[in-house]
C-alpha cells in the first residue's frame, strides 16, 4: 500500500476515482445528444464510433507500454538497447501465452459498448442513467462469484440502498433536464424503450462480468496494465469489426472510409473521445482500487453533477433530491463502515 503512485501528489486511486465520475456524467449527455439532435437519415454509424474507440485506445496503451519497457542494462543483457529490442520486449509481452484471457472480457466489451448505443438511443438520457446504475448490483454479484469477494448483510443492503437512492435521484435529475434541454426531448428520432430497455440489462450483465473478469486477470497476474489493455484491444478489434463489414456491405457503392464515416462529425468524435478517456480511466480505476468502488464514485457522480448545475444553470433543489442524494450518502457511509475487515475499503470517505 505504501508504494500507491501518485500525481500531482495525490493518490491515483483517488484521482481516477474522482475524473472519471465527471466523465460519467459527460458521456451519457454527449452520446445521447450526439445520436438523437439528428433524424436517422443523417446519424453516424455507432459500428464506426465502437471501432475507432478499440483502435484509439489500444494505441494509447500501446504507446504508454511501450515508454515503461524496462530492459536490463545493456551489461547485463549484452547487447544495445536499441529500438528493436524494445519493440520485440513488448510485443513478447503482448503475444504472451495468457493473453487469450483478455479475449472474454474483449468480446463483452465490444457488446457491451454498442448496447449502450441502442440503450442511449431508445431510452431518454435520464432512464438510460437510471436503469445503467443496476450495473452496481451485477458487479457486486460476479466479484462476489468470481473474485470470492465477502460482503457483508450490511454491505449488500448498502448496495441495494444506493441502486435505489440513484434512481430517485435520476428520476429527479431528468425532470429538470427535460424542461431545460428542448433540443433534445424534441427530436424526431423515433424510440422504442422495450428495445432500449433491453440493451441496457444485457449490457449491465456485461458490464458486471468483463469489469469483475478484467479485475481478476490484472490483479492475479504480473503483467503491467497497459500490456493488458492493447491485449484486450487488440482482441476487441474482431467483434468489432464484424458490425463495420456489415455496414459496408449493405452499402457498398461508396467506398470503405465514405461508408464508414458518413455523417461522422464533431459530435461523433466527441462522443469517441470521451469513451476513450473514459476506457483508459476505468482501467487504472480497476488496478488501483475495484469495480464495487467504481459504481460509488459514479453514484456521487450524479449527486455532484446534479450541483454544478444548480450552482451553474439555476437549477431548483427539489425534496425528491435530497431525499435521492442522502439514500446515496448513507449508502456509501454504510458500505464503508465495517470495522476490522482487511479487505474493507474504508479510503473511500476517509473514515476507518
Ligand atoms: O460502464 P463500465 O464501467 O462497465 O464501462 C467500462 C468501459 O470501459 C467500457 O466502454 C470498456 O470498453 C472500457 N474499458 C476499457 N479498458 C479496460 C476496461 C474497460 O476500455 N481495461
Known amino acids: 500500500a505504501s508504494t500507491v503512485p501518485t500525481l500531482w501528489g495525490i493518490p491515483l486511486k483517488y484521482l481516477s476515482l474522482v475524473t472519471l465520475a465527471v466523465q460519467n456524467s459527460l458521456l451519457t449527455l454527449i452520446m445521447h445528444y450526439s445520436r438523437v439532435s439528428t433524424p436517422p437519415s443523417r446519424a453516424y454509424s455507432p459500428a464506426t464510433a465502437v471501432l475507432m474507440n478499440e483502435i484509439l485506445k489500444g494505441s494509447i496503451s500501446f504507446i504508454i507500454a511501450f515508454s515503461r519497457i524496462d530492459l536490463p542494462p545493456p ?8 529500438l528493436m529490442s524494445r519493440i520485440k520486449r513488448l510485443a513478447g509481452d503482448i503475444f504472451s501465452q495468457d493473453c487469450w ?12 459498448n454498442n448496447l449502450q448505443f441502442v440503450a442511449v438511443s431508445n431510452l431518454q438520457a435520464a432512464t438510460f442513467q437510471v436503469s445503467y446504475q443496476m450495473k452496481i448490483l451485477t458487479t457486486a454479484g460476479f466479484s462476489v462469484l468470481l473474485l470470492r469477494k465477502k460482503l457483508t448483510s450490511p454491505q449488500w443492503v448498502a448496495l441495494l440502498f444506493l441502486a435505489i437512492g440513484v434512481g430517485v435521484v435520476q428520476i429527479q435529475a431528468g425532470a429538470v433536464r427535460v ?19 433491453i440493451a441496457v440489462a444485457t449490457a449491465c450483465l456485461t458490464s458486471g462480468l468483463a469489469g469483475v473478469y478484467f479485475e481478476m486477470v490484472l490483479k492475479n497476474t504480473q503483467t503491467d496494465l497497459w500490456v493488458r489493455n492493447v491485449q484486450l484491444s487488440l482482441f476487441s478489434l474482431l ?15 461508396d467506398g470503405w472510409i465514405p461508408t464508414l464515416f458518413r455523417n461522422f462529425g464533431g459530435w461523433a468524435w466527441g462522443t ?3 469513451q476513450v478517456f473514459g476506457g483508459l480511466l476505468t482501467a487504472l480505476v480497476i488496478k488501483y482500487s475495484d469495480n464495487i468502488l467504481k459504481g460509488f464514485a459514479t453514484s456521487l457522480s450524479i449527486v455532484i453533477s446534479f450541483l454544478a448545475s444548480v ?42
Open 75 to 82: 551489461e547485463v543483457a549484452g547487447q544495445t538497447t536499441t
Open 101 to 112: 484471457k483478455l479475449s472474454i472480457p474483449a468480446i463483452l466489451y465490444v457488446i457491451q
Open 239 to 253: 467483434p468489432a469489426l464484424a458490425p463495420v463489414f456489415y455496414l459496408y456491405a449493405s452499402d457498398p457503392q
Open 272 to 274: 469517441v473521445s470521451v
Open 311 to 352: 450552482a451553474l444553470f439555476d437549477f431548483q433543489i427539489t425534496f425528491t433530491f435530497i431525499i435521492g442524494s442522502f439514500i446515496v450518502l448513507v449508502a456509501t457511509w454504510l458500505y464503508n463502515h465495517q470495522p476490522k475487515r482487511p479487505e474493507s475499503i474504508s479510503w473511500a470517505l476517509g473514515w476507518p
Open 179 to 197: 424542461v431545460q434541454d428542448g433540443v433534445v426531448q424534441d427530436d424526431t428520432h423515433t424510440m422504442n424503450a422495450m428495445k432500449g430497455f
